[in-house]
T-cell receptor
Framework: DAGVIQSPRHEVTEMGQEVTLRCKPI?????LFWYRQTMMRGLELLIY????????DSGMPEDRFSAKMPNASFSTLKIQPSEPRDSAVYFC????????????FGQGTRLTVV | RKEVEQDPGPFNVPEGATVAFNCTYS??????FFWYRQDCRKEPKLLMS???SGNEDGRFTAQLNRASQYISLLIRDSKLSDSATYLC???????????FGAGTRLFVKA
């Protein structure tokens, strides 16, 4: 298996533009997580899905952020409109069963909003 | 108070040294615990799980103290390749929400 695949690896956009980050989890994994990492705040859980259903989105910073998982092999995280403070590395991770098991991370998308 | 707290470091140690990291968590009902390692500009990867009885994997030893709500990681005989950020990870009582500490940076020098 190729692991968790994220695209793009790097994204530079102007403030106000819409940004869409993509993730393909490991086949067969039940859980998918979106994280954001910054120097100031560390790694923050934004939202996670179980069997394509959003379970907890309490970490989503504001309404400008939205996430979808239309099927078991694809998820998106959208920011509209983007702001400079959204600049961070966004990680997607998946796991076979959420409880007490290893989460496998993608390589991340480094987002810069100018 | 943060849900998971770690000393950010950095810890600068010579090769061969023993170094220990601690992590505290706020939710006494937390069920499972891990240490992840993150290399510079890379994704986090699982280093080891932490069991109630303590567990060892080569040069690495992890311990859990539920009464005091802290987790520790001990690295013996440090190698240059151990230089990384070590993330303490706690699953909530339901087991599904994974909370990461901010990480402790380790630099091992020759």
């Amino acid at each position: 298996d190729a692991g968790v695949i994220q695209s793009p690896r790097h994204e530079v956009t102007e403030m106000g533009q819409e940004v869409t980050l993509r993730c393909k989890p490991i086949s067969g994994h039940d859980y998918l997580f979106w994280y954001r990492q910054t120097m100031m705040r560390g790694l923050e859980l934004l939202i996670y899905f179980n069997n394509n259903v959003p379970i907890d989105d309490s970490g989503m910073p504001e309404d400008r952020f939205s996430a979808k998982m239309p099927n078991a092999s694809f998820s998106t995280l959208k920011i509209q409109p983007s702001e400079p403070r959204d600049s961070a590395v966004y990680f997607c991770a998946s796991s076979l069963v959420g409880y007490g098991t290893e989460a496998f991370f993608g390589q991340g998308t480094r987002l810069t909003v100018v | 108070r943060k849900e998971v707290e770690q000393d950010p470091g950095p810890f600068n140690v010579p090769e061969g040294a023993t170094v220990a990291f601690n992590c505290t968590y706020s939710n006494s009902a937390s069920q499972s615990f891990f240490w992840y390692r993150q290399d510079c500009r890379k994704e986090p990867k699982l280093l080891m799980s932490v069991y109630s009885s303590g567990n060892e994997d080569g040069r690495f030893t992890a311990q859990l103290n539920r009464a005091s709500q802290y987790i520790s990681l001990l690295i013996r005989d440090s190698k240059l390749s151990d230089s990384a950020t070590y993330l303490c990870v706690v699953n909530d009582a339901g087991g599904f929400k994974t909370i990461f500490g901010a990480g402790t940076r380790l630099f091992v020098k020759a």
